[in-house]
């Protein structure tokens, strides 16, 4: 049972994803509404909005994380470089690796960090220990983690607090070398000094690879991002420039959420 | 690039293996009731259905030949079923009140220790319940109302009360919690006390599960053996009062097993036949009463509370003193059941302490002095075979119904039911199947091996319901991590969700071993009951509970008895300090021994670097 095709992603072109008329259902429910956009590679794109409007839902097509939804109905396109993911020949084991995710809640495993982080490469085949201490150490350090955990890795991760846990997450994502990292409100269970520390942490990987984020902090998506997206019950509202955006929204309702009169 | 072909079939080769392990539980409660009533045919065709079933006179043997219908099981089927219905009228009855009290009425402080009180309970072995029934109920029955002997249907009947009241009282406590919070506070708005509130609108609400755990706690006295085989009595002869030496269904398959032959045997495995319908009957009852009726009481109750009458106050202000009355009786039922175990554990300890000594535990076993040796011997084997069995099946088992089946699908309920009936299989059935099937047709003799076996069908039910809970207690969270670093289903759930649910599995091994440690009845067919030390697992050999029934049926051991239930009271007590510790302690200790392990190992790693 040779497959024909197999899937290739190619991240060298200038748009790393491209949603098309993309509407989904959780049953009878229209949780995403003819959604068009692109994110650009090396960028960083907020998705913003009030509770309830789809952004993580979004973010979950994206990685086909609504696979696991019973009733959830896609239809659209969605090209993650330049391959249709809906696509029935798709291998989604190898869309994740190069779409990593950071969830709202740090959800480190019951394990040591060094496990932690060594999950995913193991997963892909990286057994030998010199290759795996060295993307421990890699990822650690892009998530600028390694000065403060390098003694400790054999630590549980469940021992570390709130903030660590996020950046060890993000340290764990970046372990499978992603091109694309998906963030869901990663901030908004953590301290200001946290919160600070992961967006410095953004400004730093989209040099690398590109972001997409959701955040419910109106001034984070302002202070980071390239581009903003702006949802509104399942609708996107308004997409493009996040100084422009900010600055002069085109439509009344991102006016009206941006300067907080309703969300 | 066949790597991701390959890794997919895996994925479903894993899941066809889960499955089975899943289907497994429908597969031995079909094994065991089609087998037994296989065996039973011979019987019941030379007999006749009708004259076994209705036949009132039992004499099996061949002094007998001249009888006619001397194969008659009436006389025990209404001994089992007034026995059965006297332990509900006791234990029934006070394990309701209980659960009603501690739900109710019980100060917070003394929640806690009363649970562990009612686990403690559900903990004893059968046979310590018949010896403690055999030297101090019977006695204190004796001394009561001045009977010459006070075995018979009353004793039985409070002994198996002791023995089903967890059961009953743990159903109802569930019960009792699932009712919304509103209704009970609904009525106190409304001007009912905490105590009318309670006997008149959450205990109704609750009704069905309530009754739930009445009929499976009186499936359990129905299918209790070694117990009440102490006090009983043992005539098979119609009851006439509550002195009358009766025999149950039970008791008579494993006290006329060891000699019966021929047509005798086939009659006793018949008796089996009927014994299991009459479990399975109850059983389906249960299945059948459970869901539809809910929704309409729940809807009652919560009319009760939501429309008063316009003269609303007088439903609650009427029966106020009766529900009084009845918080009382609550009260009332909670000590003397805390009284009782007190009652068990003290008698026993005193008098069985004196005689432990190493030289009894761990001695050579000869003619100068029996020891426990062979039952530490045979006990431990008989957990290490079962467990080898049942932990891998009902492991897997549990990952297909919490991982890779849809919640409360058709299919799980299915499996749900026959698991669920699997363990409410009386202990003497899985002995007597054990004995048909793995000593006999199989000749492996009876062996050790041959009571591990029967025993991991016994366990497996607590394997798949310990290791399920935890694993739905995951949080969900940890498998979208494991997935979206791009693992499959099969891996995300054997590396994170599986070692997540450690304690689960740890106390469904706790759980198993208590329940080894104190098995009798599946045993004495099955593994044998002997008094020497095996050689090998091919030997016959006797466990722990097994071994003081050998010393309580030999006068001249009662000392050894004593000294046996005092042992077996101690692991009980351990056993339940370990399942608390487990579900209080471990999350944090387990995984900082990981932890440790992995520091050792790359310690190593540097040093060789
Ligand atoms: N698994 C699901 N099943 C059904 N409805 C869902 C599910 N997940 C989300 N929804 C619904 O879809 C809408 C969008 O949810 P979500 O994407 O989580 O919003 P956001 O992240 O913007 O707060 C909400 O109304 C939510 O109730
Ligand atoms: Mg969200």
Request: a positive charge; aromatic letters at 8%.
């Given at each position: 049972?040779?497959q024909?095709?197999?899937?290739v992603?190619?991240?060298?072109?200038?748009i790393?994803?491209?949603?098309?008329?993309l509407?989904?259902h959780?049953?009878?429910?229209?949780?995403?509404k003819?959604?068009?956009?692109e994110?650009?590679?090396?960028?960083i794109?907020?998705?913003?909005g009030p509770?309830?409007?789809?952004k993580?839902?979004?973010?979950?097509?994206?990685?086909?994380m609504?696979?696991?939804?019973?009733?959830?109905?896609?239809?659209?396109?969605?090209?993650?470089?330049?391959?249709?993911?809906?696509d029935?020949?798709?291998?989604?084991?190898?869309?994740?690796?190069n779409m990593?995710?950071v969830?709202?809640?740090?959800n480190?495993?019951?394990?040591?960090?060094?496990?932690?982080?060594?999950?995913?490469p193991?997963?892909?085949?990286v057994?030998?220990?010199?290759?795996?201490g060295?993307?421990?150490?890699?990822?650690?350090?892009?998530?600028n983690l390694?000065?403060?955990?390098?003694?400790?890795l054999?630590k549980?991760?469940?021992?570390?607090?709130?903030?660590q846990?996020?950046?060890?997450?993000?340290?764990?994502?970046?372990a499978?070398?992603?091109e694309?990292?998906?963030?869901d409100?990663?901030?908004?269970?953590?301290d200001?000094i946290?919160?600070g520390?992961?967006?410095?942490?953004?400004?730093?990987?989209?040099?690398?690879?590109?972001v997409?984020?959701?955040?419910h902090?109106?001034?984070q998506?302002?202070?980071?991002?390239d581009?903003t997206?702006?949802?509104?019950?399942?609708e996107?509202?308004e997409?493009g420039?996040?100084?422009?955006?900010?600055?002069?929204?085109?439509?009344?309702?991102?006016?009206?959420y941006?300067?907080?009169?309703f969300? | 690039?066949?790597s991701?072909?390959?890794?997919?079939?895996?994925?479903v080769?894993?899941?066809v293996?889960?499955?089975?392990?899943?289907?497994?539980s429908?597969?031995?409660?079909?094994?065991?009731?089609?087998?037994?009533i296989?065996e039973?045919?011979?019987?019941?065709?030379?007999?006749?259905?009708?004259?076994?079933?209705?036949?009132t006179?039992?004499?099996?043997?061949?002094?007998f030949?001249a009888?006619?219908?001397?194969?008659?099981?009436?006389?025990?089927?209404v001994g089992?079923?007034?026995v059965?219905?006297?332990a509900?009228?006791i234990?029934?009855?006070?394990?309701?009140?209980?659960?009603?009290?501690l739900k109710?009425?019980c100060?917070?402080?003394?929640?806690?220790p009363?649970?562990?009180?009612?686990?403690?309970?559900?903990?004893?072995?059968?046979?310590?319940?018949g010896?403690?029934g055999l030297?101090?109920?019977?006695?204190?029955?004796m001394?009561?109302?001045s009977?010459?002997?006070g075995?018979?249907?009353?004793a039985?009947?409070i002994?198996?009360?002791?023995?089903?009241?967890?059961t009953?009282?743990?159903?109802?406590?569930?019960?009792?919690?699932?009712v919304?919070?509103?209704?009970?506070?609904?009525?106190?708005a409304?001007?009912?006390?905490p105590q009318q509130?309670?006997f008149?609108?959450?205990?109704?609400?609750?009704?069905?599960?309530?009754?739930?755990?009445v009929?499976?706690?009186?499936?359990?006295?129905v299918g209790?053996?070694?117990?009440?085989?102490?006090?009983?009595?043992?005539?098979?002869a119609f009851?006439?009062?509550?002195?009358?030496?009766?025999r149950?269904?039970?008791?008579?398959?494993?006290?006329e097993?060891n000699?019966?032959?021929?047509l005798h045997?086939?009659?006793?495995?018949?008796?089996?036949?009927?014994?299991?319908?009459?479990?399975?009957?109850?059983?389906?009852?249960?299945g059948?009463?459970r869901r539809p009726?809910?929704?309409?009481?729940?809807?009652?109750a919560?009319?009760?509370?939501?429309e008063?009458?316009?003269s609303?106050p007088p439903?609650?202000?009427?029966?106020?003193?009766?529900?009084?009355?009845?918080?009382y009786?609550s009260i009332?039922?909670?000590?003397?059941v805390?009284?009782?175990?007190?009652?068990?554990?003290?008698?026993i300890?005193?008098?069985?302490?004196?005689?432990i000594?190493?030289?009894?535990l761990?001695g050579e076993?000869g003619?100068?002095?029996?020891?426990l040796?062979?039952?530490?011997?045979?006990?431990?084997l008989?957990?290490?075979i079962a467990l080898?069995i049942a932990l891998?099946?009902?492991?897997?088992?549990a990952?297909?119904?919490?991982?890779y089946?849809k919640r409360?699908?058709?299919?799980?309920?299915v499996?749900?039911?026959?698991?669920?009936t699997?363990?409410g299989?009386?202990?003497?059935?899985?002995?007597?199947f054990?004995?048909?099937?793995?000593?006999?047709?199989?000749?492996m003799r009876?062996?050790i091996l041959?009571?591990?076996?029967?025993?991991s069908?016994?366990?497996?039910?607590?394997v798949?319901?310990?290791?399920e809970e935890s694993?739905l207690s995951?949080?969900?969270?940890?498998?979208?991590?494991?997935?979206?670093?791009?693992?499959g289903?099969?891996?995300?759930?054997?590396?994170?969700?599986?070692?997540s649910?450690l304690?689960?599995?740890?106390?469904?091994?706790?759980l198993?071993?208590?329940?080894?440690?104190?098995?009798?009845?599946?045993?004495i067919?099955?593994?044998?009951?002997?008094?020497?030390e095996p050689?090998?697992v091919?030997?016959?050999?006797?466990?722990?509970?097994?071994?003081?029934?050998?010393f309580?049926?030999?006068?001249?051991?009662?000392?050894?008895?004593?000294a046996?239930?005092a042992?077996?009271?101690?692991?009980v007590?351990?056993i339940?300090v370990?399942?608390?510790?487990?579900?209080?302690?471990?999350?944090v200790?387990?995984?900082g021994?990981?932890?440790k392990?992995?520091e050792?190992?790359?310690?190593?790693?540097?040093?060789?670097?």
């Amino acid at each position: 049972m040779k497959q024909t095709t197999q899937t290739v992603f190619d991240f060298s072109g200038e748009i790393a994803v491209k949603v098309q008329s993309l509407n989904l259902h959780y049953n009878s429910f229209h949780a995403l509404k003819d959604i068009n956009c692109e994110m650009r590679r090396n960028a960083i794109t907020a998705l913003i909005g009030p509770s309830g409007c789809g952004k993580s839902t979004l973010l979950k097509t994206l990685n086909r994380m609504n696979d696991l939804v019973e009733g959830c109905k896609i239809e659209g396109t969605v090209c993650v470089g330049g391959v249709n993911i809906y696509d029935k020949r798709t291998d989604v084991s190898l869309l994740r690796k190069n779409m990593g995710m950071v969830f709202q809640r740090p959800n480190p495993f019951p394990m040591s960090i060094y496990d932690n982080i060594a999950y995913g490469p193991r997963t892909f085949g990286v057994r030998k220990k010199s290759d795996l201490g060295e993307i421990v150490e890699n990822s650690l350090k892009a998530a600028n983690l390694w000065d403060e955990l390098k003694d400790q890795l054999h630590k549980s991760a469940l021992a570390l607090s709130g903030g660590q846990q996020q950046r060890l997450c993000i340290a764990r994502a970046l372990a499978i070398k992603p091109e694309i990292l998906l963030m869901d409100e990663p901030t908004s269970a953590l301290d200001p000094i946290s919160t600070g520390k992961i967006e410095e942490l953004c400004e730093k990987l989209k040099e690398e690879l590109t972001v997409v984020i959701v955040t419910h902090n109106m001034q984070q998506a302002a202070r980071i991002s390239d581009d903003t997206a702006f949802f509104l019950l399942g609708e996107l509202i308004e997409f493009g420039n996040t100084e422009k955006i900010f600055a002069s929204p085109e439509k009344e309702q991102t006016l009206n959420y941006i300067s907080g009169r309703f969300g | 690039m066949g790597s991701n072909s390959t890794k997919r079939r895996g994925d479903v080769a894993a899941k066809v293996v889960f499955a089975a392990s899943a289907a497994f539980s429908v597969f031995a409660v079909f094994a065991i009731v089609f087998y037994i009533i296989y065996e039973s045919i011979p019987a019941l065709s030379e007999i006749g259905v009708f004259n076994f079933i209705f036949g009132t006179v039992w004499a099996p043997t061949k002094e007998f030949l001249a009888i006619p219908d001397r194969f008659g099981v009436l006389p025990m089927i209404v001994g089992t079923i007034c026995v059965s219905l006297g332990a509900v009228l006791i234990g029934g009855t006070m394990g309701v009140f209980s659960a009603i009290c501690l739900k109710a009425f019980c100060p917070k402080k003394l929640k806690g220790p009363l649970v562990a009180v009612i686990n403690f309970l559900a903990g004893i072995p059968s046979i310590v319940y018949g010896f403690f029934g055999l030297v101090v109920i019977v006695p204190a029955l004796m001394e009561i109302f001045s009977v010459a002997s006070g075995k018979g249907v009353l004793a039985s009947s409070i002994i198996l009360g002791m023995m089903i009241l967890p059961t009953v009282t743990s159903m109802t406590k569930d019960a009792l919690d699932a009712v919304p919070s509103s209704y009970y506070e609904g009525a106190l708005a409304l001007g009912a006390t905490p105590q009318q509130a309670t006997f008149k609108v959450t205990v109704p609400a609750a009704k069905s599960g309530i009754i739930t755990g009445v009929v499976l706690g009186m499936g359990r006295a129905v299918g209790e053996t070694m117990a009440v085989m102490v006090v009983a009595g043992n005539v098979a002869a119609f009851p006439t009062g509550l002195f009358s030496n009766i025999r149950t269904l039970t008791i008579n398959m494993v006290i006329e097993m060891n000699y019966a032959t021929g047509l005798h045997r086939q009659a006793l495995i018949a008796t089996g036949s009927v014994l299991l319908v009459i479990v399975l009957a109850l059983n389906l009852g249960i299945g059948i009463a459970r869901r539809p009726k809910k929704y309409r009481e729940k809807k009652r109750a919560a009319k009760l509370v939501a429309e008063p009458q316009p003269s609303a106050p007088p439903a609650f202000v009427k029966s106020g003193r009766g529900c009084t009355v009845l918080k009382y009786l609550s009260i009332v039922c909670v000590a003397l059941v805390a009284l009782a175990l007190l009652t068990l554990v003290i008698f026993i300890l005193v008098k069985g302490l004196p005689h432990i000594d190493l030289q009894f535990l761990f001695g050579e076993s000869g003619n100068e002095g029996m020891t426990l040796r062979p039952a530490f011997v045979t006990t431990g084997l008989l957990i290490l075979i079962a467990l080898a069995i049942a932990l891998p099946i009902g492991i897997c088992a549990a990952i297909y119904l919490a991982e890779y089946s849809k919640r409360n699908s058709r299919m799980v309920r299915v499996i749900r039911l026959f698991t669920e009936t699997l363990s409410g299989m009386p202990s003497i059935i899985f002995g007597f199947f054990g004995m048909l099937l793995f000593c006999e047709f199989m000749q492996m003799r009876t062996s050790i091996l041959a009571g591990g076996i029967t025993l991991s069908l016994m366990i497996l039910p607590t394997v798949i319901r310990s290791t399920e809970e935890s694993l739905l207690s995951v949080d969900n969270s940890l498998r979208e991590a494991s997935l979206a670093l791009g693992a499959g289903k099969l891996r995300t759930t054997l590396r994170v969700v599986l070692p997540s649910a450690l304690s689960g599995i740890i106390t469904a091994i706790i759980l198993s071993i208590g329940r080894i440690v104190g098995e009798s009845a599946a045993l004495i067919y099955t593994a044998g009951a002997v008094p020497y030390e095996p050689s090998g697992v091919m030997d016959a050999g006797s466990s722990f509970a097994v071994m003081m029934w050998l010393f309580a049926s030999e006068g001249l051991y009662i000392d050894y008895a004593y000294a046996t239930a005092a042992v077996l009271l101690i692991v009980v007590a351990l056993i339940n300090v370990a399942v608390w510790l487990v579900k209080h302690r471990l999350a944090v200790k387990a995984f900082g021994s990981s932890g440790k392990r992995a520091e050792r190992k790359t310690a190593k790693i540097k040093e060789a670097k």
